[in-house]
C-alpha cells in the first residue's frame, strides 16, 4: 500500500517538508562514506532554509500545549485507557519542556559558524563545493567517518528538539482520523466538505493498481484525480474504476 498525504494550510505544508527533510538526514547519516555524510550536511542546510520561513518552535509549543489541555480533558472518560492517556501526556511534557530549554533562534549555532555558512554558500552553487572551491571542506571530508559523524551530530543537536516535537504534531494529527473505504469512478472522486477545517488528508491505495493521485483541496470542497504513467513516465488519466481508502484528519 502507498500512502500519501496533503497539507491543507501551509504551516502542514512545512511541517510535511521538515519530516521529509529529516528522514533524508537520518538515512544519509547512518551511511560511512564521505559523499553521504555531504548530502546529510547539505540537508541540514536545506532544514534551516524551511525552518527560517516561520517562528516554528513557537508554533509547536503552542499546539503541544493545546494537545495536552484537550488530552487532559478525557481523564473522566471511561473509554480512555488511564496509562495509554498518561504515557502520551507525559511525552508531551518531555517534548515540549525540551523546545522551551532550546536557547536562541532555530539554527542559530549554524549561522554562527563562519566555516559551515562558507560551504552553504557554495552548496547553492551546482558543483560549487568542489576541493578547488573549498580546500577546508575536502580536508575535514577526509578525516574518518567516525570523526565526520561526531561533527555532523554536534551540528544538529540544538535542532533535534524541534524536529521531536515536529514528529510529535504529525503523529497525533495522523491518529486523529479513521480511514473510510472509497471507490473513484472513472478514475475521479469529489467530496463536499461543507466549510469544515481539516488539517490534512491521507489517501491509501494498493500499489498494484498503477494509480497516481493528483489531490486539490480546500475547506469547501476535496477532488481527487487519479493518474497512471506510460513508458515515457508522463501522466495520463486513467479512466477505471479505482478504490482508495481516505483519513480526514484535525486535531
Request: aromatic fraction near 10%; proline fraction near 5%; include cysteine.
Amino acid at each position: 500500500m502507498i500512502v500519501y498525504e496533503y497539507p491543507f494550510n501551509e504551516r502542514i505544508r512545512t511541517l510535511l517538508r521538515l519530516e521529509d527533510l529529516y528522514d533524508k538526514f537520518k538515512f544519509f547519516i547512518q551511511q560511512e562514506h564521505a559523499m553521504q555524510h555531504h548530502v546529510a550536511l547539505a540537508t541540514i542546510f536545506d532544514m534551516l532554509e524551511v525552518a527560517g520561513r516561520a517562528d516554528l518552535k513557537s508554533d509547536l509549543l503552542q499546539e503541544l500545549e493545546r494537545q495536552r489541555q484537550s488530552l487532559l480533558g478525557y481523564r473522566s472518560n471511561p473509554n480512555v485507557e488511564p496509562h495509554t492517556l498518561d504515557a502520551i501526556l507525559s511525552e508531551l511534557d518531555s517534548v515540549s519542556g525540551a523546545l522551551v530549554s532550546a536557547q536562541g533562534k532555530t539554527g542559530q549555532n549554524i549561522r554562527d559558524n563562519e566555516w559551515l555558512m562558507s560551504i552553504r554558500g557554495r552548496t547553492i552553487i551546482p558543483g560549487g563545493a568542489c576541493e578547488f572551491d573549498l580546500p577546508s571542506y575536502y580536508a575535514w571530508q577526509q578525516r574518518s567517518s567516525e570523526q565526520r559523524l561526531a561533527d555532523i551530530h554536534a551540528w544538529f543537536a540544538p535542532l533535534a528538539p524541534l524536529f521531536a516535537a515536529l514528529a510529535l504534531v504529525l503523529r497525533l494529527l495522523r491518529d486523529s482520523g479513521g480511514p473510510v473505504k472509497l471507490i473513484a469512478s472513472a478514475g475521479s472522486y469529489q467530496q463536499m466538505l461543507q466549510g469544515k477545517v481539516y488539517q490534512m488528508l491521507r489517501l491509501t491505495l494498493d500499489e498494484s493498481s498503477g494509480a497516481i493521485p493528483e489531490i486539490s483541496a480546500n475547506k469547501y470542497m476535496l477532488w481527487v484525480r487519479f493518474t497512471t504513467q506510460g513508458g515515457d513516465l508522463k501522466p495520463k488519466p486513467l479512466e477505471e474504476d479505482v478504490p482508495f481508502e481516505l483519513t480526514l484528519c484535525n486535531f
